[in-house]
């Protein structure tokens, strides 16, 4: 059985930095994608980055330059700089099988996800 935990979440200040990590076990063999999500409240869940097994990635417009998400191992992390009031929200990370170019940002690719972890960012 597969299964997703994150953690590395917590408050800060606008302008600050966290980094998220996302340990993943059990993902069937071959090749495997991974994505993190977010949900602030009243919102739907919406993809934030993703990255494939063999490193390539992608990133919704509001954190491109801000975040950088890498994966070794099926180990994924997500560095979060100038943090801004507006990134507060449960992030998510979630996996699939699979084989896409580009991975994919949209929650209906993945089959697997962690159980949440809050990002709260305060100006």
């Known amino acids: 059985q597969v299964s997703l935990m994150e953690s590395g979440g917590g408050s800060v200040q606008a302008g600050g930095s966290l980094r998220l990590s996302c340990a993943a076990s059990?993902?069937?063999?071959?090749?495997?994608?991974m994505g993190w999500f977010r949900q602030a409240p009243g919102k739907e869940r919406e993809g934030v980055a993703s990255?494939?097994?063999?490193?390539k990635t992608a990133y919704t417009n509001p954190v491109k330059g801000r975040f950088t998400v890498s994966e070794v191992n099926a180990q994924m992390y997500l560095e979060m700089n100038s943090l801004k009031p507006e990134d507060t929200a449960i992030y998510y990370c979630?996996?699939?099988?699979?084989?896409?170019?580009?991975?994919?940002?949209?929650?209906?690719?993945?089959?697997?996800w962690g159980q949440g972890t809050q990002v709260t960012v305060s100006s």
């Open positions: 059990r993902l069937p063999n071959g090749n495997y994608y």
């Open positions: 990255i494939t097994n063999w490193g």
């Open positions: 979630a996996a699939a099988s699979g084989y896409w170019r580009t991975p994919p940002l949209s929650a209906a690719e993945y089959d697997y």
